[in-house]
């Protein structure tokens, strides 16, 4: 079935650090790819996605872009901030039945000062 | 807009006791998803529902029964908790079925099971 696979973690770099977080996946179809973040104490929320290949999604200085060839989605950030602090879950919606969404296992990032 | 909201926000059961957690979401959505997340796994699906009166079962359904007799209401019940069911419990809803719709959460109901 449809998968999806981060790095594990914590991850931990330091103020104004860039930022990589691997996402891999398996899919028979064609999915549309997400990241999520989720703030402590808070639920998941939409971060960016992508929906067919070489598309790249972006939102507050976060990208990710969606490689057919390598099935990965990584996430990139240039200059983390503390405020960037969170979990974040790579995942797949493959419009099957329901579309419901995959998710990968999460990647807790914390930023020093 | 209140969004995807979640009723309680924190639960502490003792075993065989049972609960109902509330989902609500007023963006007129027809689907809706009960998840669990435990450390280190990510997201599991209990149920889903595909619009007012229907449910599925998802990954983890066992332990765990659904109701949708409104639009905006999504509840799940346990029964008979254990404390294996100790978790953070999301609630999450999405107006359509094609594959870029994005899911909204609802802010989660930790439930303790002693």
């Known amino acids: 079935g449809d998968s999806v696979t981060q790095m594990e973690g914590p991850v931990t770099l330091s103020e104004e650090a860039f930022l990589t977080i691997n996402c891999t996946y398996t899919a028979t179809g064609y999915p549309s790819l997400f990241w999520y973040v989720q703030y402590p104490g808070e639920g998941l929320q939409l971060l960016l996605k992508a929906t067919k290949a070489d598309d790249k999604g972006s939102n507050k200085g976060f990208e990710a872009t969606y490689r057919k060839e390598t099935t990965s989605f990584h996430l990139e950030k240039g200059s983390v901030q503390v405020s960037d602090s969170a979990v974040y879950f790579c995942?797949?919606?493959?419009?099957?039945?329901?579309?419901?969404?995959?998710f990968g296992s999460g990647t807790r990032l914390s930023i020093r000062p | 807009n209140a969004g995807v909201t979640q009723t309680p926000k924190f639960r502490v059961l003792k075993t065989g006791q049972s609960m109902t957690l509330l989902c609500a979401q007023d963006?007129?959505?027809?689907?809706m998803y009960w998840y669990r997340q435990d450390p280190g796994m990510g997201l599991r699906l209990i149920h889903y529902s595909v619009g007012e009166g229907t449910t599925a079962k998802g990954e983890v359904p066992d332990g765990y029964n659904v109701s949708r007799l409104k639009k905006q209401n999504f509840l799940l019940g346990l029964e008979s908790a254990a404390p294996s069911q100790t978790s953070v419990y999301f609630c999450?809803?999405?107006?359509?079925?094609?594959?870029?719709?994005?899911?909204?959460f609802g802010p989660g109901t930790r439930l303790l099971v002693l």
């Open positions: 999450a809803s999405r107006q359509g079925a094609s594959r870029g719709e994005t899911q909204y």
């Open positions: 963006m007129n959505h027809e689907y």
């Open positions: 995942a797949l919606s493959d419009g099957s039945s329901a579309s419901k969404i995959i």
